[in-house]
């Protein structure tokens, strides 16, 4: 971590980016909704950033200045980086890493982060498929989940942030083998969008809300 940032500022400009990356229109409710903080500590936050020239603000609508977007991005990538460390090299159970991560991204030096990326092969997503800042990209062609249709053959490429804060989702995911890299068959789809999979012998009832937040390509 730069000395000259404290990890509040870390915590704002990684949200906002985070949120915008899953197709969220950053306003001040959804950070409410995202950090736990109230109305006026966010509203507070928000034009102190503005202010530090990491924000921009036209009308409700709050976006990442160039500076605001490197600083997030280098978060970010410490972050995600050690995600990959963690499931990779030592072991953790993947739905655990996300959590662990986010008590490493803050403390990850840049020389650290460059010897990561050596011993890790320059990965270019964490271990729930979000792209790793400053890396090339894996051209897949994914959808949201909730798009597939009875019969069709799946893949789970990504986990948005917003379900990789959902500890209760995460395990149930786990726990069924339903992970990144893992195929699975659309066995139903109820009238509400929930959907039923098969993934290898188990069956996986997810409801429409997580289908819309785990991305899949279609074969």
């Not at 001040?28 to 928000?46: C, D, H, N």
């Given at each position: 971590?730069?000395?000259?940032?404290?990890?509040?500022?870390?915590?704002?400009?990684?949200?906002?980016?985070?949120?915008?990356?899953?197709?969220?229109?950053?306003?001040?409710?959804?950070?409410?909704?995202?950090?736990?903080?109230?109305?006026?500590?966010?509203?507070?936050?928000?034009?102190?950033?503005?202010?530090?020239?990491?924000?921009?603000?036209?009308?409700?609508?709050?976006?990442?200045?160039?500076?605001?977007?490197?600083?997030?991005?280098?978060?970010?990538?410490k972050?995600?980086?050690?995600?990959?460390?963690?499931?990779?090299?030592?072991?953790?159970?993947?739905?655990?890493?996300?959590l662990?991560?986010?008590?490493?991204?803050?403390?990850?030096?840049?020389?650290?982060?460059?010897?990561?990326?050596?011993?890790?092969?320059?990965?270019?997503?964490?271990?729930?498929?979000n792209?790793?800042?400053?890396?090339?990209?894996?051209?897949?062609?994914?959808?949201?989940?909730?798009?597939?249709?009875?019969?069709?053959?799946?893949?789970?490429?990504?986990v948005?942030?917003?379900?990789?804060?959902?500890?209760?989702?995460?395990?149930?995911?786990?726990?069924?083998?339903?992970?990144?890299?893992?195929?699975?068959?659309?066995?139903?789809?109820?009238p509400?969008?929930?959907?039923?999979?098969?993934?290898?012998?188990?069956?996986?009832?997810?409801?429409?809300?997580?289908?819309?937040?785990?991305?899949?390509?279609?074969?």
């Amino acid at each position: 971590m730069r000395e000259d940032y404290h990890p509040p500022v870390e915590e704002y400009l990684t949200t906002i980016y985070e949120l915008s990356e899953d197709g969220v229109t950053v306003i001040q409710a959804r950070l409410v909704e995202r950090l736990g903080y109230s109305a006026p500590a966010i509203s507070e936050m928000v034009n102190r950033l503005k202010k530090d020239g990491f924000l921009t603000v036209i009308g409700r609508s709050i976006s990442l200045t160039v500076e605001g977007r490197r600083l997030a991005e280098s978060v970010v990538r410490k972050h995600r980086l050690a995600e990959r460390l963690l499931t990779d090299v030592i072991g953790l159970p993947w739905h655990r890493a996300h959590l662990e991560a986010g008590r490493w991204e803050h403390v990850i030096s840049d020389e650290v982060e460059a010897r990561l990326r050596i011993i890790l092969d320059d990965p270019s997503t964490c271990p729930h498929g979000n792209p790793i800042p400053g890396t090339v990209q894996t051209d897949h062609s994914v959808v949201p989940l909730s798009s597939a249709r009875p019969g069709d053959q799946v893949m789970l490429r990504r986990v948005t942030e917003t379900v990789e804060l959902d500890d209760t989702a995460m395990t149930y995911l786990s726990d069924n083998g339903f992970i990144t890299g893992q195929s699975a068959k659309v066995a139903g789809k109820a009238p509400d969008g929930s959907l039923s999979l098969t993934v290898g012998k188990n069956t996986v009832v997810l409801g429409s809300l997580l289908g819309e937040n785990l991305y899949v390509s279609i074969s």
